[in-house]
């Protein structure tokens, strides 16, 4: 058997930083939206992914590669939105089988009420602590992870603007 290729101690200190700035940074992002707009962060990823598309909707299984989740998570989020209004399921005039996700105009409303509150703090939380040339590189870095974890980008590692 192979012998582990143990973390260095300049690797073991990298990946615990990272490690943290996981478990950390969602709940901060969360407990803003929630405080401000009464929305979860991934609620309002959700909205934002269709936001940005030119009817506001997508196939369910569109939008959980989007959101880089689970289709299972993905509808009962969707779920969620819809009892408040900002999300409506309808099946596809395209197939009749696939079900879409539509954000009304109460949930894009929502999204463009949040999107200030949100942006700040990100702002905040990530981008202000980055010199240009780190904000940069965090990019480049993130793109690498993302290659791995998704190759073929499935996941929804491609860009959001495809």
Known sequence: MDEPRWLTDEEQKAWRQLAMLMTLLPPALDS???RDSGVTHFGYWVMAMLSERPDRSLRMSD????ASASPSRVSH???RLEKNGWVRRARSSCDGRSNL???TD???RKVVDAAPGHVERVRDLVLDALTGPQLQEMGEICGAMLRRIDPDGRKGT???TD
């Open 32 to 34: 803003q939206l929630q």
């Open 63 to 66: 939008l959980a590669a989007r």
């Open 77 to 79: 989020v969707v779920a």
């Open 101 to 103: 996700a539509e954000l």
């Open 106 to 108: 109460a949930g894009y």
């Open 158 to 160: 491609r860009p959001l």
